[in-house]
């Protein structure tokens, strides 16, 4: 089970892993995806916290919840983005992070 599985399972689009390993002490990975509208980012947010919960993963916080666009799940290792479409063109994770090795999950 990855968390890039999960927002797939939601319907989540332009999903991509960005190994932060060599580049941050902060988390070893952003996990970043795309929901349509807020009603969808609140849906793929669930549906990550809950499954990784139901597995004993610890979620240590989630934050930007309640029509901000972006919310943040923080999984220690593991932080994951989940942005509607503008709000994440804004912010450009991707490109801020540039040197980081990228994976993408298939649409």
């Excluded at 989540?12 to 970043?32: E, G, H, M, Q």
């Excluded at 919840?65 to 220690?76: A, E, L, Q, S, Y």
Aim: with cysteine; aromatic share 8%.
């Amino acid at each position: 089970m990855t968390v890039g599985k999960l927002a797939r399972d939601k319907n989540a689009n332009n999903i991509c892993i960005l190994d932060l390993r060599k580049l941050s002490p902060v988390t070893d990975y952003f996990v970043v995806c795309t929901a349509e509208a807020e009603v969808h980012v609140k849906a793929v947010t669930d549906h990550i916290t809950g499954k990784l919960k139901e597995k004993g993963i610890s979620v240590r916080h989630v934050e930007g919840r309640g029509n901000t666009g972006w919310v943040v799940i923080d999984c220690f290792t593991v932080i994951v983005h989940v942005f509607l479409a503008q709000v994440r063109e804004f912010y450009s994770l991707e490109r801020l992070w540039g040197d980081a090795p990228v994976t993408e999950i298939a649409d």
